[in-house]
């Protein structure tokens, strides 16, 4: 992993630079907003600092990855070397920042863990967890469990209390390499863990504007996820907050309470707003509203197991994607069962390229599914709600945030 520090004017320009020496797949880590030094100061406006962060396989040439006691690699200890070009290069990481990003998480996982040492484990611990207890029954002499142990333990069962899935679980701590190291800090594996998972949510585009013609954003997915309020937020965000001239359609027209929650919100915002019944009239209006930036389409929610919907819904996409430059959102419900999600995304795979969108946080404790599905279809998730008041409960994804509450106890979640 790289860790690299960025200073610009403005958070974009700092961001763009982190990208254009990074790579589109940096992950933003931290921003805020640092004093020039000395007289200068006076006459000068503050700047922005950005650190991004980079997976290895990612990596540009020009690293130099230091060793952590034991031969393990830190993340604190990574130190960029620049050829002297881009915004602030050469910086190295620095761990401050990094325990400022954690939070409270690091004192709360420590204070559970000291819970754990003065209690009897409870039962029901499954995967790797269970599997080094039983070594410890069986060679009690033999096997001396360090402290580091037991705190890689309780990251992993945590994961686990959040429905994280266990072969990612496993993922997260396999690296983390602590056999025979009692020196190893506590918080440097909680880092190593904690950065690690935010690498692997990665950043979503979200929507980008169209060159020239207006963007065609089309919303899919099972009924009952709240796809039509999801629009109806993110619509009013762009009408109302940016100013943009915007367009709602619906296909879904199997349900006339669908067709009448869009229509009402379009007039509320003011907005044109049409119901297409082919793909035909999906032609039509785009080619009526050219001159917009954006038009929201929302498509007819079912059962991923309606073969026919499912086509309709495949060949009014096709036509869109004919018609203008198309982005594709698949909306899904935190709440829905992993192995029924499994089967959700497999469905919707097969007719295009999406990002995510997860709804109803508000109605779960348990943010590990966001992962899993993260790391099952390596498709980025772009935007979140958490509530149905219109046009707010609707943000972008935060790794940071999520990493916090998938790493926090179920108390804490509560």
Known sequence: MIIKKFVAKTEEAAVEAARK????????????????????????????????????????????????????????????????????????????SIEKRLD?????????????ETQPEETGETGEALHLQEEEEE???????????????LLYNTMLESEVDEKYANQMVNDVDVTGQSNLPIDYILENVYQKMILKFGRAEGITPA?????????????????????????SSYAVEEKKKVALLTADTYRI????????????????????????????????????????VDTAGHSHQNEEQLGHTKALLEALQEAGECQIFLVLSATTKYRDLLKIVATYDGIADFQLI?????ETTAMGNLLNLKLY????????????????????????????????TRHERN
């Open 104 to 116: 409270s998480l690091q004192s709360l996982l420590m204070s559970r863990f000291q819970e754990s």
């Open 139 to 153: 060679n009690p002499e033999e096997q001396e469990v360090t402290e580091q142990q037991r705190f890689v333990r």
């Open 257 to 296: 309470a669908a067709v009448e929650q869009l229509r009402t919100y379009a007039n509320i915002l003011e907005v044109p707003f049409r119901v297409i019944y082919s793909e035909e009239e999906a032609r039509e209006a785009v080619e009526e509203f050219d001159g917009y930036d954006y038009v929201f």
């Open 211 to 235: 060159e020239g013609a207006p963007r065609l954003v089309l919303f899919m997915g099972p009924t009952g996820v709240g796809k039509t309020t999801t629009i109806a937020k993110i619509a």
């Open 377 to 408: 279809t390596g498709t980025p998730i772009a935007f979140v709600t958490n509530g149905q008041n219109v046009p707010n409960d609707i943000e972008h994804f935060n790794a940071q945030k999520t990493v916090k509450q998938i790493l926090s």
């Open 21 to 96: 020496e990074l790579g589109n797949n940096v992950v933003i880590m931290n921003v805020k907003a640092v004093k020039r030094r000395g007289l200068a100061a006076l006459f000068m406006a503050k700047q922005t600092e950005v650190t991004a962060a980079l997976e290895e396989n990612d990596a540009v040439r020009g690293v130099r990855r230091e060793q952590r006691p034991g031969g393990n690699t830190s993340v604190n200890s990574m130190q960029q070397y620049g050829d002297g070009g881009g915004i602030n290069s050469g910086i190295t990481e620095d761990r401050i």
């Open 358 to 362: 997860f709804t109803k946080l508000d």
